[in-house]
């Protein structure tokens, strides 16, 4: 184990396999900190954002994880306590980004309850619960933060949006009422709020349809839509130590989208 192992903080980021997830990860472990990457369907894309993280002299591990299914959280305790032990002789973690989820619209006349159970499951009980379970894990002045989304936000209102936005603008309730709870630990618990960010939400609808983005950027401040690693860097600072003084906020990493 190496000096660097030894005082390495170490970070959980849930969907880490792409987009955002993947975006934090890098980001994280840019800034010398060890990065657990959590994946579901897609366990080739967080293996290459561990490769990514290695070849430039990071530490990171991938760990299987279903976001929507809660009874699966104590296995995944487990698997995550003999992750820390073996990899960095450690037994507890600083941070938690509860990141993994999925997008898509549906009208509300087309809404079924089946549908609005999985924004549920996986938007707010999975990462809900999921903090819960870590708890005990999370070491004393370390930090949670949970990917909302700026359709919580005014100005923001797009037709479709009523069951995804529901469930974020949950999270963010949930976050503002955490970090009151956990102050006691001095944990931190923010909300970073993307806008439109080229991921693989939607089943990979940038890619699918390149005509919506230059109508989605001329939305923004800035001309252009998000990278992962625009949001990517905000979630490694909220993590880090820089953000000490920073808790219960939902912060808008949107490039001025919907001003």
Request: net charge negative.
């Amino acid at each position: 184990m190496s000096e660097q192992t030894a005082d390495q903080k170490i970070v959980v980021i849930t969907g880490a396999s792409s987009g955002i997830g993947r975006g934090a990860a890098i980001e994280i472990a840019a800034r010398g900190m060890g990065v657990i990457a959590t994946y579901n369907a897609r366990p080739e894309g967080a293996e290459r954002t561990v490769a990514d993280i290695l070849e430039n002299g990071g530490t990171a591990v991938a760990l299987p994880l279903d976001i929507g299914r809660t009874d699966t959280f104590p296995d995944f305790t487990d698997a995550l306590t003999g992750v820390l032990k073996s990899e960095w002789n450690k037994g507890r973690i600083h941070a938690l980004v509860n990141n993994a989820g999925f997008g898509g619209g549906m009208g509300f006349e087309e809404m079924t309850e089946e549908a609005f159970d999985a924004y549920y499951r996986v938007l707010l009980r999975g990462p809900y619960f999921l903090t819960q379970a870590l708890l005990p894990l999370i070491e004393t002045g370390g930090s949670i933060v949970n990917t909302s989304s700026s359709a919580v936000r005014p100005g923001d209102t797009e037709p479709g949006y009523s069951g995804y936005a529901a469930m974020k603008a949950g999270l963010v309730t949930a976050t503002r009422f955490l970090a009151k709870e956990l102050s006691s630990r001095s944990i931190r618990v923010n909300s970073i709020a993307p806008g439109p960010t080229r991921t693989r939400l939607a089943d990979n609808a940038f890619e699918r349809f390149p005509q919506v983005i230059d109508g989605i950027a001329a939305k923004t401040a800035f001309g252009r839509i998000g990278e992962p690693a625009d949001v990517g860097k905000v979630i490694a600072f909220l993590v880090s130590d820089d953000s000490a003084w920073i808790t219960g906020q939902d912060i808008q990493a949107a490039g001025g989208y919907a001003l």
